[in-house]
């Protein structure tokens, strides 16, 4: 699909698109981890592409990603290939190789502070934590971007050393999804779906007034 001229869309002429959008999960490529929490924004995204017959296509920017509308923006939905904890190479690439706007950029994420099921959307924020957004931030030298946090809860952790906690979380996040769990997130993957069109479609603000 080119930019900057007339698109054809299911045959007919369309308007010019808007500036592009990057809709982007992030989670740890390989079978490995597919069914594990620490996934739950590649599954988001993969969810809204079904919904509006986006495939991911194409590989580049250390990335696989989809073209596709939304009432005239022109959406390209994005699984980085790096693991986590160096998302930032893939997003920082992406957005610099398509001039994106942070305003533009939208990361979908799993949050361990929020209760399983819930989601919350921010315009702008600290990483919380959070490895994935953690180096988003560090390499686009900004925190100015929406995401969409998809709530999983916490472990429910022993008492013991600090150590001993983490290690619970890594392993929770990263383990296969219980069954619960996944019944859980498979209800919630509607309504971030219909969070996402809002976004795009109204804006941050008039998303966070609907869904927060």
């Known amino acids: 699909m080119r930019r900057n001229s007339v ?5 007919k002429p369309e308007k010019k698109p808007e500036d592009l959008k990057l809709v982007v999960g992030l989670g740890n490529p390989g079978r490995d981890y597919v069914n594990s929490l620490h996934n739950v924004g590649f599954m988001c995204v ?3 592409a079904r ?9 580049q920017a250390k990335s696989r990603t989809g073209l596709g509308m939304l009432d005239n923006t022109e959406i390209m939905v994005v699984r980085p290939h790096t693991y986590m904890n160096r998302s930032g190479q893939a ?17 979908v994420h799993d949050d361990l502070d929020l209760p399983l099921g819930k989601i919350r959307i921010r315009k702008s924020g600290s990483p919380a934590g959070h490895k994935g957004l953690e180096s988003i931030i560090q390499q686009l030298g900004s925190q ?12 429910i952790s022993t008492e013991g050393l600090a150590e001993d906690r983490n290690a619970d979380v890594i392993t929770y996040l990263l383990s296969e999804l219980p069954l619960e769990v996944k019944k859980a997130i498979n209800q919630i993957l509607p309504m971030v779906n219909e969070a996402i069109r809002c976004i795009i479609t109204e804006g941050v603000t008039a998303a966070m007034n609907k869904y927060n």
Do not use: M
Request: proline letters at 4%; hydrophobic letters at 40%.
């Open 91 to 107: 997003v920082s690439q992406l957005v610099k190789k398509f001039n994106v706007k942070l305003d533009d950029l939208l990361v």
């Open 7 to 11: 698109i054809f869309w299911k045959g």
């Open 144 to 155: 100015d971007f929406p995401r969409l946090r998809v709530g999983i809860g916490r472990p």
């Open 46 to 48: 993969n969810y809204f």
């Open 51 to 59: 919904k509006h017959n986006i495939r991911f296509n194409k590989e």
